[in-house]
């Protein structure tokens, strides 16, 4: 039996630490405040954006939300953005994505300052964590990060596989579990031997989009598995990319869908937030 990794308990642990983070930083007179720019109505998005005031007034942060219509141009939204990069009582700016079709997602991530970018996503704060500088970390790799330390999963020495190359997911994730010392091959849709590949890893972390891909035979006995994926499958229900009834015996430890990877982005963009305002110092 796999130890069960649960990023509920995990993200709550984090959610209470930041609490009393944002408690002192108020003591002292300090006011966080976290602007959160969605255009259009994708239900998907509405979910995830009413996730992160629930945990901003969790946490005491303020939330300002711009809900705007499908219609919004692209001035519209960046005359906005430019607004709140110049706003001293805004700490982080966060643009729901995808954006409409008729919106450059790469233009909108550019204008968003790196001072405020707690989504992680513009090249600066990219590019900071290629080379070691402080910045901004997306926050899904950043929350398994703390998934695996929380969890007392030893992560120096040992081979990563990471299955997705994504600039949200995959090249951050990668360039993170360097950081903390492993050995990281990465694999994508055209990676020739994957099951061979995959079976080598200490630690799979499976961001492919597919689900159930993965089963039993992709993994080595007693790996730790991270799954990040989330879709419904034909009874409606929610599953991952791995096939988690045929993993979980095989695996040592391993993150269930839904309530493993997924509530952890949110408590990431919290901290991202609280780190936003700390550095102003």
Known sequence: MAKLINGKEISQQIKDELKEKVSALKAQGKNICLAVIQVGNDPASSVYVGNKKKACAYIGIESRAFELPEETTEEELLSIIKDLNEDDGVHGILVQLPVPKHINEEKIINAISPKKDVDGFHPESVGSLC????????????????????????????????????????????????????????????????????????????????????DASYVKDGATVIDVGIHRDANNKLCGDVDFASVEPVAGAITPVPGGVGPMTIAMLMNNCVEAAEREE
């Open 131 to 214: 080379i070691g500088r402080p910045g901004f970390v997306s926050c899904t790799p950043a929350g398994i990060i703390q998934l695996l330390k929380r969890s007392e999963i030893d992560i120096e020495g040992k081979h990563c596989v990471v299955i997705g190359r994504s600039n949200i997911v995959g090249k951050p994730m990668a360039l993170l579990m360097l950081r903390e010392n492993a050995t990281v091959t990465i694999c994508h849709s055209r990676t020739k031997n994957l099951k061979e590949i995959c079976k080598e890893a200490d630690i799979l972390i499976v961001a492919i989009g597919k689900p159930k891909m993965i």
